[in-house]
């Protein structure tokens, strides 16, 4: 387990937790454990108790849920500095989807009945919470608007686009996934990436999309029509 001043440090570079200053930081960061996830492990299950917010020091934690003849679906994708699993950690109701690591993942916990606490006690963080969880609607609100209203094409680079700012031009992201992500059928987010390959705006890979040209990316992203 790492000293609570490392998790302090941690937990001052995200949004959430930024502006509490250093005497808040250091209360929340000793509540604070650390757990190691290996590719492919499961970290909670769709209807597990919640028992914990989790934040990511190192590594990717998909989000997904699945239909019973197999289908996935990716609802989000989450890298270092990222905190999740607020929603239950707060109502305590089940886990909502699949929460699995995409990598070797490196994650600090704050177990629920801690954190209530914490909350009873630091007002300052429980309007923090208050603010990620309007950000979440209104990403959900905005995600809604755009494949209601966006063609795939602007979708898929807003999509795209938002996640190079998080993890990079390489993405570690297969075709079938993206068109979860931004509600197409595989044919045509592949047809759409094999036109922009062709146009030297991304490369693709076996399980892997590189973006090679962000401006053209994002000058695609605005093209409505």
Not at 10 to 29: E, V
Not at 36 to 61: Q, W
Not at 188 to 196: D, G, P, T
Request: glycine letters at 8%.
């Amino acid at each position: 387990m790492k000293r609570p001043s490392e998790f302090a440090a941690l937990l001052s570079l995200n949004p959430l937790f930024a502006k509490l200053g250093d005497q808040a930081l250091d209360r929340l960061a000793a509540l604070c454990s650390r757990r190691n996830l290996a590719k492919g492990e499961i970290l909670f299950k769709k209807g597990d108790a919640a028992d914990a917010l989790y934040g990511i020091r190192r590594g990717v934690i998909r989000v997904e849920t699945g239909s019973e003849d197999g289908e996935r679906l990716v609802l989000n994708v989450f890298g270092a500095g990222d905190v999740f699993g607020e929603i239950a950690s707060l109502d305590g109701g089940p886990r909502t989807a699949d929460a699995i690591a995409a990598e070797d993942c490196e994650l600090f916990h704050l177990r629920r009945n801690d954190l209530q606490s914490l909350l009873e006690r630091e007002p300052k963080i429980a309007i923090r919470m208050i603010e990620l969880l309007c950000g979440r609607i209104r990403l959900t609100s905005e995600r809604m608007e755009e494949v209601s209203f966006l063609p795939l094409r602007a979708r898929m680079a807003r999509r795209l686009g938002s996640l190079v700012k998080d993890f990079g031009s390489e993405l570690d992201l297969t075709q079938n996934e993206l068109s979860t992500l931004v509600g197409g059928t595989r044919e045509s987010v592949s047809r759409q990436l094999q036109e922009w390959r062709r146009l030297g705006i991304v490369a693709l890979r076996r399980g892997r999309i590189i973006i090679l040209d962000v401006k053209r990316l994002q000058l695609a992203a605005r093209q409505v029509e």
